[in-house]
């Protein structure tokens, strides 16, 4: 491991670990099948679940593994984590466990994954790379807004940041108006948050009478939850950084798995020389060729207390290979498309809820505050989205109301009938828009945003959902 100093000494570029991110790919595939080797040999010493699948697949010793027999070993899936939960997966004595977190997951049932020391170790590196592709230096105020706790982010990014000489802000989430004023005082150039909080942020700054050159920031981590390419130009307008997307989760390590550089903005190096990575195609569970979308899936090369071997994610991805004008050779993902469970099948027709994101933020009149509500009172479902108009727009805004109540509402008819064709086109399955007034969708202040809420009976879950127009 190269000294980081050392590192960033050779260009204006920064990179954490020059000698890992920008390897010979053919030298990389050397590593990682030595890497694999020893992660099977853990796992096969270690029993459990994962040795059995591997005995069962014909694999009773790892020594002349290859990786082109990756795709002929076993798969493991959050259902095992769950099954073994909360410790049944280790591969290190209890004792060598120093921290665990975890993810509560939508399911309700927590997720719960344990750390060794070299893991921590290992982590600190992985989310220090991510900042440093972002611009982050010895030199660099981290303002971190990601939520300290069991969830990954905050404490993940932090020793990050603490790894790599920054200054380290641990604000975690919410308070809001202290976050600004922490913004302002302390003069961050990096932020680090989930990008439904960047808009928060930004838009807590406006109301604040403030601009975003009142501010420090260069540039912003942001992940944990998906968003699309129009929100990455909102929070860039609102808080006036480079917005970057940074990828994990916390049963591969957490936050750290994959992260946008400045230099090219336009997909995630993954720190494949440590969680080796693949695209299968959900259904039939066969590799994709790079460039077509797939269910990501991770095994993570070096990890020792829960090492995991083709973990299925669930996420679902392109990946790319070549080097990147940052100089780095890593393996690319694109962003997040969504996931294999979060299709919604409506009328028959898939619909994936970033594709509705994307289609709300390219109109430019709605604001990213929106909410995707699946109307499941009776048998055949329908689709209603809620959204508030952007500021000056529409039914709520401060113009809109001085023009009279009436005009209010024939703006947002007409913006609710345009959007609903924009979504009903792009979506193949009509959908019924609503323009509610500005701040009537919830905020997400900590943790991640609710973006799908099904309506199964009684009352709606939002005020104002209710028939009316068209
Ligand atoms: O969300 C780790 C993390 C923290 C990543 C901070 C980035 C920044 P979990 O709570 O276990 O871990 O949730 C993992 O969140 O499987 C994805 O579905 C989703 N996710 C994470 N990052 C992104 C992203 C953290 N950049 C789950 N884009 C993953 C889209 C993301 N989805």
Redesign the pocket.
């Known amino acids: 491991m190269l000294d980081p100093e050392d590192a960033m000494s050779h260009s204006e570029v920064t990179i954490f670990d020059r000698a890992a991110e920008s390897m010979l790919p053919a030298e990389r595939a050397v590593v990682q099948a030595g890497r694999l080797r020893r992660l099977v040999s853990r796992l096969l010493a270690a029993g459990g679940v994962q040795a059995a699948r591997l005995r069962e697949a014909g694999v009773q010793d790892a020594a002349d593994l290859t990786l082109g027999e990756l795709a002929r070993l076993p798969f493991t899936q959050k259902r095992d984590l769950w099954d073994a939960y909360p410790f049944g997966m280790l591969a290190v004595p209890r004792g060598d466990v120093v921290v665990v977190h975890?993810?509560s997951?939508t399911g309700g049932q927590p997720?719960m994954v344990s750390y060794t020391r070299d893991d921590l170790d290992l982590w600190s590196q992985m989310c220090a790379r991510a900042l440093a592709a972002a611009g982050a230096t010895a030199a660099s105020t981290i303002h971190n807004a990601?939520g300290y706790g069991l969830?990954?982010?905050g404490l993940?990014?932090h020793q990050g940041a603490v790894r790599l000489g920054a200054t380290v802000v641990p604000v975690s989430g919410g308070m809001t108006p202290r976050q600004l004023t922490l913004l302002r005082d302390l003069k961050p150039d990096i932020l680090?948050c989930?990008p439904s909080y960047a808009i928060r942020l930004g838009e807590a700054l406006a109301e604040a009478g403030a601009k975003p050159a009142d501010l420090n920031l260069r540039a912003g981590?942001?992940?944990?939850?998906?968003?699309s390419e129009p929100m990455r130009a909102r929070i860039e307008e609102l808080l006036g950084l480079r917005a970057l997307?940074?990828?994990?989760?916390?049963?591969v390590i957490?936050?750290?798995?994959a992260a946008e550089c400045l230099v090219s903005q336009d997909g995630?190096h993954v720190n494949e020389d440590h969680f080796l990575v693949e695209a299968v195609d959900p259904v039939t569970s066969e590799p994709v060729p790079d460039g077509t979308p797939g269910e990501l899936v991770f095994s993570t090369l070096t990890k020792h207390a829960m090492p995991l071997l083709r973990y299925r994610?669930?996420?679902i991805a392109a990946l790319r290979r070549g080097s990147c004008a940052c100089g780095r050779t890593l393996a690319k993902m694109t962003?997040?498309t969504g996931?294999t469970d979060d299709m919604l099948v409506i009328r028959g027709v898939n619909v994936y809820p970033a594709e509705v994101e994307r289609v709300l933020l390219a109109d430019g009149r709605t604001s990213p505050h929106y909410l995707i509500v699946v109307d499941a009172r009776t048998a055949v479902k329908d689709l209603i989205v809620a959204v508030e108009a952007r500021t000056g727009v529409a039914a709520g805004s401060r113009t809109a109301a001085a023009a009279g109540p009436g005009h209010a509402e024939l703006l947002a008819s007409g913006l609710e009938r345009a959007v609903g064709e924009q979504l009903g086109e792009q979506l193949g399955v009509r959908t019924r828009v609503r323009v509610l007034p500005e701040g009537t969708l919830p905020r997400t202040e900590a943790g991640?945003a609710v973006r799908v809420v099904t309506w199964a009976s009684g009352a709606a879950p939002l005020p104002g959902l209710g028939e009316r127009r068209h």
Do not use: H, M, Q
């Open positions: 975890g993810s997951g997720t990601y969830f990954t982010g993940g990014i680090t989930t981590l942001f992940g944990a939850e998906p968003w997307d940074i990828y994990g989760l916390s049963e957490g936050p750290g798995v995630l994610t669930g996420d962003k997040v996931r991640k």
